[in-house]
């Protein structure tokens, strides 16, 4: 079968699996109500059933990049290089509510222009459609279909939480590109949720993702996985959870040859929650369980699958304080399949947030992450550490219009005697200042 034969089939299978199903909305409860225009200042639209926002940014930014000793390692037209740069931001979502079905769709374009370079290029661009409906019986079906274009995705190591809603796009991190090696990665999302009973429930999902390399080659080549989850849920009490859930992942876990990995993995959990208003209210969820992986090894010039045992946990906790002051956290320890890296890796990551109101037109949000690990294939081969912190101060002028100012520092470094994913220099260090100016559209509610 020719690539392009390949590729169709792929979109139409995607195609007909959303139009049969649709996304998990899977409510954190420790979610609060989304601000409307420039933050709080417009009051909300909790009876408008269908809704479309655009929002729009023109961002100024300059990074600071690279230690001395690795520009040697750099093309200097690369996506590395230190200097100014202006980014147009665009973002449209929409939303419509019926009795028993939600419908959403979001799309987001981030173009960059590099002063120094003269070079105007696309960083990011993703969408999303999805459906969720209730069905007889206490059954909800939920799909969800995304596409991105991203120059680099090692961000995704870092255990930011990012639950399947309708329309949810697929991921992309602008600030965080490294090389000039994209691609386009398509994710299909399907669920079923049936509650059994009043105080217990049973979900199905499965995702499919499939990553098309552009310019793909030999050691750049596509990749694709799938993923099946199945979960018991019981309600020990009125705020409180128990779970149970088997997953398995199967697929082309790395670019340079057609390796496949396959992942079996059973957890326990267990989730809380504290009202401290109507409004408000704690949130606290951890996963604890063991995984089988087979993965492949070349053991005296033979090609064979060996099988490791390794826990895994997970864990967020939410907690809103004063009038409006919210503070998260994350950590998962676990295998990750990052594509733009070329074997499965094993890792422990962190991630912590801040976020509330100076007053009511200014907004300020401090985040952080950090992740470790290394090859779950070779010890030694790809050992990492990186970490990430963001300081944004928001302001808004109206409510449409707001201005905000930036600073983003972001570290990775393969350890000495790693071998450095396709492309990618060994070692970064990036600090970066951006000032922009925001609007927001409410275009449609009805």
Same mark, same amino acid.
Not at 96 to 99: I, P, Q, R
Not at 136 to 145: D, E, M, S
Not at 172 to 179: E, F, G, K, L, R
Not at 191 to 196: A, E, G, M, P, T
């Given at each position: 079968?020719s690539k392009?034969? #390949?590729r169709a089939s792929v979109? /139409?299978?995607?195609?007909? /699996?959303?139009?049969g199903?649709?996304?998990?909305?899977?409510?954190q409860?420790?979610?609060? #109500? +989304?601000?409307q225009?420039?933050?709080s200042?417009?009051?909300?639209?909790a009876?408008a059933?269908?809704?479309l926002?655009l929002t729009?940014?023109?961002i100024? $930014?300059y990074?600071s990049? /690279?230690?001395?000793?690795l520009?040697?390692t750099? *093309?200097?037209?690369g996506l590395?290089?230190?200097?100014l740069?202006?980014i147009f931001d665009?973002?449209?979502?929409?939303s419509?509510?019926?009795?028993r079905?939600?419908?959403?769709?979001?799309a987001t374009s981030?173009?960059?222009?590099y002063?120094?370079?003269?070079d105007?290029?696309? !960083?990011?661009?993703s969408?999303?459609? $999805?459906v969720?409906t209730r069905l007889?019986?206490?059954?909800?079906?939920?799909?969800?279909?995304a596409?991105?274009?991203?120059p680099t995705y090692?961000s995704?190591l870092f255990?930011?939480s990012?639950?399947?809603a309708p329309?949810s796009?697929?991921a992309?991190?602008?600030?965080?590109?490294?090389?000039n090696?994209a691609s386009?990665?398509?994710t299909?999302?399907v669920?079923?949720?049936?509650?059994?009973t009043? #105080?217990s429930?049973?979900?199905v999902?499965?995702?499919?993702q499939?990553?098309? #390399?552009?310019?793909?080659?030999e050691l750049?080549r596509?990749v694709?996985? +799938?993923?099946l989850?199945?979960q018991?849920?019981?309600?020990?009490s009125?705020?409180t959870?128990?779970s149970a859930?088997y997953h398995?992942r199967?697929?082309?876990f790395g670019y340079?040859?057609?390796t496949?990995?396959?992942?079996?993995?059973? *957890?326990?959990?267990f989730?809380?929650t504290k009202l401290l208003?109507?409004?408000?209210?704690?949130?606290?969820?951890?996963?604890?369980?063991?995984?089988?992986?087979?993965?492949?090894?070349?053991?005296?010039?033979?090609? !064979?699958r060996?099988r490791r045992?390794?826990?895994t946990?997970?864990?967020e906790?939410?907690?809103?304080?004063g009038?409006s002051?919210?503070?998260k956290?994350?950590y998962?320890?676990?295998i990750?399949?990052?594509?733009d890296i070329?074997?499965?890796v094993?890792s422990?990551?962190?991630?912590?947030?801040?976020?509330g109101f100076?007053?009511?037109?200014?907004?300020l949000s401090?985040?952080g992450?950090?992740?470790s690990?290394?090859?779950?294939m070779? +010890?030694?081969?790809?050992?990492y550490?990186?970490?990430t912190a963001n300081?944004?101060v928001?302001y $808004?002028l109206?409510?449409?219009?707001?201005a &905000?100012?930036?600073?983003?520092y &972001?570290?990775?470094?393969?350890?000495e005697g790693?071998?450095a994913?396709?492309?990618?220099?060994?070692g970064?260090?990036?600090?970066?200042?951006? /000032?922009?100016?925001t609007?927001w559209?409410?275009?449609?509610?009805?």
């Open positions: 079968m392009s034969v #390949r979109h /139409i299978s995607l195609a007909a /699996i959303v139009l199903a649709a996304p998990c909305a899977l409510a409860a420790s979610a609060q #109500r +989304q601000p225009g420039m933050f200042s417009a009051k909300p639209d009876n059933t269908t809704r926002d729009a940014s023109v100024e $930014g990074d990049d /690279i230690p001395l000793e520009r040697p750099l *093309d200097p037209t590395q290089a230190s200097g740069s202006t665009a973002a449209a979502g929409y419509w509510k019926g009795a079905t939600q419908v959403g769709a979001n981030t173009i960059r222009h002063v120094d370079l003269g105007t290029r696309s !960083v990011g661009n969408a999303g459609f $999805g969720s007889p019986k206490q059954i909800t079906l939920a799909g969800n279909q596409a991105a274009y991203s090692l995704g255990p930011i990012s639950p399947v329309g796009p697929g992309t991190a602008p600030d965080y590109s490294v090389n090696l386009y990665t398509y299909t999302s669920s079923l949720r049936d509650d059994v009043k #105080r429930s049973l979900a999902s499965g995702d499919y499939y990553t098309d #390399r552009i310019r793909e080659t750049w596509d694709s996985s +799938q993923s989850r199945a018991y849920s019981r309600n020990i009125q705020h959870t128990v859930q398995f199967y697929g082309d340079t040859a057609r496949q990995t396959s992942e079996h993995g059973l *957890d326990v959990g989730a809380s208003s109507p409004t408000r209210r704690v949130a606290f969820r951890f996963n604890v369980g063991v995984t089988s992986a087979d993965v492949p090894e070349v053991i005296e010039g033979l090609n !064979v060996t045992y390794l826990g946990a997970e864990g906790i939410g907690y809103p304080f009038r002051w919210h503070v956290g994350n998962r320890r676990g990750e399949y990052v594509v070329p074997e499965p094993y422990n990551s962190v991630f912590v947030g801040l976020d100076l007053e009511r037109r200014v907004n401090v985040a992450g950090y992740s690990g290394d090859s779950l070779t +010890q030694g081969v790809l050992a550490d990186t970490y300081l944004r928001r $808004g109206t409510r449409q219009v707001g &905000y100012a930036e600073y983003l &972001y570290f990775y470094d393969f350890r790693a071998l994913p396709l492309g990618i220099p060994p970064l260090k990036r600090n970066g200042v951006r /000032i922009g100016m609007v559209m409410p275009t449609l509610r009805r």
